[in-house]
């Protein structure tokens, strides 16, 4: 990666991730910390979307949602210890997220709900990171060599 703009792409992914944080702070009025563990049980529970090709063009656009059934559940435990917080912090944090319909519960844990119709919180987060996405990719383009 020598002689490519490594600090701006950086810089720009930070900026991105700081924004990002801001925005849906705000528009669900979380704090950081439970955020972070959305943010986690999203990436999990919608993993195949990204590893399988069929998958992703089944579901990956805005026209077919992932279905529940096929989103695997997350302990307690994966969170906390991914998170680097306490068990007891982590459960009451979860449950309060499952209370306001941010997270489902399942077998084993709890996953990230398929955001359909009145229940979709997430789409302005959504075409939020698919426009810095954009960007992202413009900034790539323009850089030389």
Avoid: W
């Avoid at 703009?5 to 810089?11: G, Q």
């Avoid at 704090?31 to 998958?55: G, W």
């Avoid at 229940?119 to 383009?141: G, H, P, Q, S």
Wanted: glycine share 8%.
């Amino acid at each position: 990666m020598a002689g490519e703009a490594t600090r701006y792409i950086s810089s720009f992914i930070i900026e991105l991730l700081s924004d990002f944080t801001c925005f849906a702070t705000a528009k669900l009025d979380l704090d950081p910390t439970d955020l972070a563990i959305i943010c986690l049980v999203a990436a999990e529970s919608t993993r195949e979307i990204r590893k399988d090709p069929y998958v992703a063009r089944q579901f990956g656009g805005e026209k077919q949602v992932f279905p529940d059934i096929e989103r695997p559940p997350v302990s307690v435990k994966f969170i906390h210890t991914r998170l680097g917080l306490s068990r007891e912090t982590t459960r009451r944090r979860v449950a309060e997220l499952v209370g306001r319909g941010l997270l489902k519960r399942g077998k084993g844990g709890v996953y990230f709900p398929a955001q359909t119709g009145d229940d979709d919180y997430t789409l302005e987060i959504r075409n939020y990171l698919v426009r810095k996405f954009d960007a992202l990719i413009a900034v790539r383009d323009s850089l030389p060599g």
